[in-house]
């Protein structure tokens, strides 16, 4: 295990629902990171924080949003989703300010939207 | 900006034989280069990464990179594959913007050893 966790591992939503992500890193990292994994697609970062305040937001629509209360957790909160959204997310930790550090990822959640 | 390229979707070997997973960068300062793989419903796992010195590096499993700076590439490399070294590979760069520290992914190569 990589030290970060995530849950739920599988979700099905439909169009309009509201459900959240949630990423705890036990690892004592300060950065914290979202990305998006679609079948036949790079992987896309969606948000960075750094030392708990957003620091990247990619052109995310509006329909995902972060959240970060702590260094040690991480959400991400979503709402009124389309089906080209289903696709793995991912979090990430790692120790920032430390350019040579890599990231920590956790295991996924694999996300459905009918 | 900064930039991984993979060129093979995939990569099929023979267990026991030597396998290669290349990839090519370009970034404007010096390189961070790191490999990740990922196996079938799992996040990535971190294998090995170049910052400075030697141009082999040593990581998890028995795998090894060289960097090569003149061909700016960071091939992945192992002696003798297993059929458990099937999975898909990344190769990423690292990119500094002016708040923090954003890495810059590869398309992924699909491994596959034979048995």
């Known amino acids: 295990e990589t030290g970060v966790t995530q849950t739920p591992r599988h979700l099905v939503m439909g169009m309009t629902n509201k459900k959240s992500l949630k990423c705890e890193q036990h690892?004592?990292?300060?950065?914290m990171y979202w990305y998006k994994q679609s079948a036949k697609k790079p992987l896309e970062l969606m948000f960075v924080y750094s030392l708990e305040e957003r620091v990247e937001n990619n052109s995310v629509p509006s329909r995902f949003s972060p959240e970060c209360p702590n260094s040690s957790h991480l959400f991400l909160h979503l709402h009124t989703l389309q089906p080209e959204d289903s696709a793995l997310y991912l979090c990430?930790?790692?120790?920032?300010?430390?350019?040579?550090?890599?990231?920590?990822f956790g295991p996924g959640t694999r996300l459905t939207v009918l | 900006a900064q930039s991984v390229a993979q060129p093979e979707d995939q990569v099929n070997v023979a267990e026991g034989n030597p396998l290669t997973v290349k990839c090519t960068y370009s970034v404007s300062g010096n390189p961070y280069l790191f490999w990740y793989v990922q196996y079938p419903n799992r996040g990535l796992q971190f294998l090995l990464k170049?910052?400075?010195?030697?141009?082999l590096v040593k990581g998890s499993y028995g795998f090894e990179a060289e960097f090569n700076k003149s061909q700016t590439s960071f091939h992945l490399k192992k002696p003798s594959a297993l059929v458990s070294d099937s999975a898909l590979y990344f190769c990423?760069?690292?990119?500094?913007?002016?708040?923090?520290?954003?890495?810059?992914f590869g398309p992924g190569t699909r491994l596959s050893v034979l048995p």
């Open positions: 990430a930790s790692s120790q920032d300010g430390v350019r040579q550090n890599e990231q920590f």
């Open positions: 990423a760069v690292r990119d500094w913007k002016n708040y923090g520290q954003n890495f810059v």
């Open positions: 690892l004592g990292h300060n950065a």
């Open positions: 170049y910052i400075t010195g030697d141009n």
